[in-house]
């Protein structure tokens, strides 16, 4: 018997352990389907049975903390006269003492008697600054939410505050349930306090960056009306160099004597000197491979100098392409809202219809136009000596690019929600026997997630491109469009599609891309996409008219890294004769 004595207690020893960790939780939170999740949510408690917690005091303290949690979930959904019950063991929660505890919870029993629904009845907020929009629904006759109190609270101070009146506040408020008539009134008092303007901003931190830089970055305007819209401007502005790894503004909490407003600058550098890489790779195209090195404050005046390498078409069916660019950064030039650009690159590109050496240098500024768009202009000069299906020949322009950019995305490596646009205006000055043209290319995206979680996002993308003035001969073949690969159509070989000349092809000088994807989170991690693509290249400056068209299909697999997710799509053609077979492409990132 001796044998079977160890087997034994092992035996019982797992059973006392399982019972004792197997509180049983009933809860009855009424007929409501969607209270009782809300209120269920709410609960300390049924999170610690999810967690299969044991301790009797965790336990005790969590019952004791859910009359405050679920009294609030019911506040927030508009029961103003709620009954709660919470008995461990058949004693009520609130009359146990953490001092002298029961040794084991065997069950909790959670109940729930909500009452009847409140509506607003007197709802008022006064006095209000020009222009207050507050909640729709806080309003007479409509359910007394908790929330919509807070919100209305706050958008009556956001508006004083975007008035100028840097310091209102909530003065008085009266919150009274009246139970005969099922009403909560609402009475809030605003106090503006007076105008502010703005005063100094003093800078702190640990930054090389002198403070008078910094105050002309962020450019707030001193002696001028407050604003919060310029506060948070100027942080923007500070994050936009890159010189940065943290700023935080933060306004003093009084006014001074004249009504004016200090802000505090906390600022703290960013490692000077950066280096990083990129890798892409796709079954035809090849592996693309890119690197750069970057100094964010060149003369401590948060100016920034960056290098770039990339080469492509690495192991794959077209040539060998080299690109190396260098580029400079000096924000706050003129004033806050202008930073100086100078860019210069050269590139050998050997690609499926054309071999082209190039060089191009540029100065110019980038305006700041909003918040969330941004312009810039340049003039500059470049060479290009090519060689194509029309035989060999060598461009020179004086060029003026101009591009302007919106960007409203909530991520740029893995957007849900919001838009992108981008559009170029590119004039090129032929000089030594080179034609004039002007190119013109926009590229606009928005997204949008919906279902339970926000597990879907759906994607679109449209492209449109254009030369005018110059005739596909006249032009540099990289000035000209050609559609097919990762950047237009997947599925469809890389740059396959252009405008047939004799036995070869050259590029077209009108273009039309599209794009769609559905993206659906299968787990927190990864991903499952499915997209279509459309190109269209067409030899007239009418986008469309006179095109001919493509298009390609696949499946993706998303993995997110925690900084942008990993990339893999599996593409064919579906429409066109210019590809067949399937194509990989693996990157990081969404594909747009």
Same mark, same amino acid.
């Given at each position: 018997?001796?044998?079977?004595?160890?087997?034994?207690?092992?035996?019982?020893?797992?059973?006392?352990?399982?019972?004792?960790?197997?509180?049983?939780?009933?809860? =009855?939170?009424?007929?409501?389907?969607?209270?009782? @999740?809300?209120?269920?949510?709410?609960?300390?408690?049924?999170?610690?049975?999810?967690?299969?917690?044991?301790?009797?005091?965790?336990?005790?303290?969590?019952?004791?903390?859910?009359?405050?949690?679920?009294?609030?979930?019911?506040?927030?959904?508009?029961?103003?006269?709620? &009954?709660?019950?919470?008995?461990?063991?058949?004693?009520?929660?609130?009359?146990?003492?953490?001092?002298?505890?029961?040794?084991?919870? @065997?069950?909790?029993?959670?109940?729930?008697?909500?009452?009847?629904?409140?509506?607003?009845?007197?709802?008022?907020?006064?006095?209000?600054?020009?222009?207050?929009?507050?909640?729709?629904?806080? &309003?007479?006759?409509?359910?007394?939410?908790?929330?919509?109190? +807070?919100?209305?609270?706050?958008?009556?101070?956001?508006?004083?505050?975007?008035?100028?009146?840097?310091?209102?506040?909530?003065?008085?408020?009266?919150?009274?349930?009246?139970?005969?008539?099922?009403?909560?009134? !609402?009475?809030? *008092?605003?106090? $503006?306090?007076?105008?502010?303007?703005?005063? &100094?901003?003093?800078?702190?931190?640990?930054?090389?960056?002198?403070?008078?830089?910094?105050?002309?970055?962020?450019?707030?305007?001193? +002696?001028? %009306?407050?604003? $919060?819209?310029?506060?948070?401007?100027?942080?923007?502005?500070?994050?936009?160099?890159?010189?940065?790894?943290?700023?935080?503004?933060?306004?003093?909490?009084?006014?001074?004597?004249?009504?004016?407003?200090?802000? &505090?600058?906390?600022?703290?550098?960013?490692?000077?000197?950066?280096?990083?890489? /990129?890798?892409?790779?796709?079954?035809?195209?090849?592996?693309?491979? %890119?690197?750069?090195?970057?100094?964010?404050?060149?003369?401590?005046?948060?100016?920034?100098?960056?290098?770039?390498?990339?080469?492509?078409?690495?192991?794959?069916? @077209?040539?060998? =392409?080299?690109?190396?660019?260098?580029?400079?950064?000096?924000?706050?030039?003129?004033?806050?809202?202008? *930073?100086?650009?100078?860019?210069?690159?050269?590139?050998?590109?050997?690609?499926?219809?054309?071999?082209?050496?190039?060089?191009?240098?540029?100065?110019?500024?980038?305006?700041?136009?909003?918040?969330?768009?941004? !312009? %810039?202009?340049?003039?500059?000069?470049?060479?290009?000596?090519?060689?194509?299906?029309?035989?060999?020949?060598?461009?020179?322009?004086?060029?003026?690019?101009?591009?302007? @950019?919106?960007?409203? #995305?909530?991520?740029?490596?893995?957007?849900? %929600?919001?838009?992108?646009? =981008?559009?170029?205006?590119?004039?090129?000055?032929?000089?030594?026997?080179?034609?004039?043209?002007?190119?013109?290319?926009?590229?606009?995206?928005?997204?949008?997630?919906?279902?339970?979680?926000?597990?879907?996002?759906?994607?679109?993308?449209?492209?449109?491109?254009?030369?005018?003035?110059?005739?596909?001969?006249?032009?540099?073949?990289?000035?000209?469009?050609?559609?097919?690969? /990762?950047? *237009?159509?997947?599925?469809?070989?890389?740059?396959?599609?252009?405008?047939?000349?004799?036995?070869?092809?050259?590029?077209?000088?009108?273009?039309?891309?599209?794009?769609?994807?559905? #993206?659906?989170?299968?787990?927190?991690?990864?991903?499952?996409?499915?997209?279509?693509?459309?190109?269209?290249?067409?030899?007239?400056?009418?986008?469309?008219?006179?095109?001919?068209?493509?298009?390609?299909?696949?499946?993706?697999?998303?993995?997110?890294?925690?900084?942008?997710?990993?990339?893999?799509?599996?593409?064919? $053609?579906?429409?066109?004769?210019?590809?067949?077979?399937?194509?990989?492409?693996? /990157?990081?990132?969404?594909?747009?």
């Amino acid at each position: 018997m001796e044998h079977l004595k160890k087997p034994l207690l092992i035996g019982l020893y797992l059973a006392c352990t399982s019972a004792v960790s197997a509180f049983e939780l009933r809860f =009855d939170a009424g007929a409501d389907p969607d209270l009782a @999740t809300a209120i269920r949510s709410a609960s300390t408690v049924a999170t610690a049975k999810a967690a299969d917690v044991t301790a009797t005091d965790e336990i005790i303290a969590a019952v004791q903390s859910d009359y405050r949690n679920i009294l609030g979930a019911l506040y927030r959904n508009g029961y103003y006269g709620p &009954t709660i019950s919470i008995k461990v063991d058949g004693r009520e929660g609130y009359s146990l003492s953490l001092i002298s505890l029961p040794s084991t919870v @065997t069950s909790v029993a959670i109940s729930v008697d909500p009452g009847p629904r409140f509506s607003f009845g007197n709802a008022t907020v006064a006095p209000l600054a020009p222009n207050t929009v507050l909640p729709d629904d806080f &309003t007479r006759g409509a359910p007394a939410l908790a929330p919509l109190v +807070g919100e209305a609270k706050d958008a009556a101070i956001a508006a004083w505050r975007e008035a100028a009146h840097a310091k209102a506040a909530l003065g008085n408020q009266s919150i009274v349930a009246n139970h005969p008539t099922r009403e909560l009134d !609402v009475a809030l *008092t605003v106090d $503006p306090g007076p105008r502010a303007t703005f005063g &100094t901003l003093d800078v702190k931190g640990e930054t090389t960056v002198t403070a008078r830089r910094i105050r002309k970055i962020a450019g707030l305007p001193e +002696g001028s %009306s407050f604003s $919060p819209e310029y506060v948070d401007l100027a942080a923007r502005r500070l994050q936009r160099t890159g010189t940065f790894r943290s700023v935080t503004l933060r306004e003093a909490d009084t006014l001074n004597a004249d009504n004016s407003l200090d802000i &505090t600058a906390t600022v703290v550098d960013d490692k000077r000197n950066r280096f990083g890489f /990129g890798a892409e790779i796709s079954s035809l195209e090849g592996a693309t491979l %890119s690197a750069y090195w970057m100094d964010r404050n060149v003369t401590r005046h948060a100016d920034r100098f960056r290098v770039d390498g990339e080469i492509s078409g690495l192991g794959g069916d @077209t040539g060998v =392409d080299y690109t190396l660019g260098a580029s400079y950064r000096r924000p706050a030039t003129f004033n806050p809202k202008y *930073t100086a650009l100078l860019n210069a690159e050269i590139a050998r590109l050997d690609e499926p219809d054309y071999r082209s050496n190039s060089g191009e240098f540029t100065f110019g500024v980038e305006v700041e136009a909003s918040i969330l768009s941004e !312009v %810039s202009v340049s003039l500059g000069y470049r060479y290009s000596d090519v060689t194509d299906a029309l035989g060999s020949r060598r461009f020179n322009h004086i060029i003026l690019p101009i591009e302007g @950019t919106r960007d409203k #995305r909530d991520d740029r490596l893995d957007p849900k %929600s919001g838009s992108y646009f =981008d559009a170029q205006i590119l004039p090129f000055i032929g000089v030594n026997g080179s034609t004039s043209g002007t190119r013109l290319f926009a590229d606009t995206r928005t997204y949008l997630t919906f279902g339970s979680d926000d597990r879907f996002t759906f994607a679109a993308r449209a492209q449109i491109g254009s030369v005018i003035g110059a005739s596909i001969a006249q032009t540099p073949p990289d000035y000209l469009f050609f559609s097919g690969g /990762g950047g *237009t159509v997947r599925g469809q070989p890389y740059n396959s599609l252009g405008v047939p000349s004799g036995s070869d092809t050259t590029g077209g000088t009108s273009f039309i891309g599209l794009s769609g994807e559905l #993206r659906a989170g299968i787990t927190d991690k990864i991903g499952l996409v499915g997209f279509y693509d459309m190109g269209a290249i067409g030899d007239e400056a009418v986008p469309g008219s006179g095109a001919d068209w493509h298009s390609g299909a696949g499946l993706g697999l998303r993995y997110n890294t925690g900084f942008g997710p990993i990339r893999v799509d599996l593409a064919a $053609p579906v429409t066109g004769d210019t590809g067949s077979g399937v194509q990989l492409y693996v /990157g990081i990132g969404q594909a747009f």
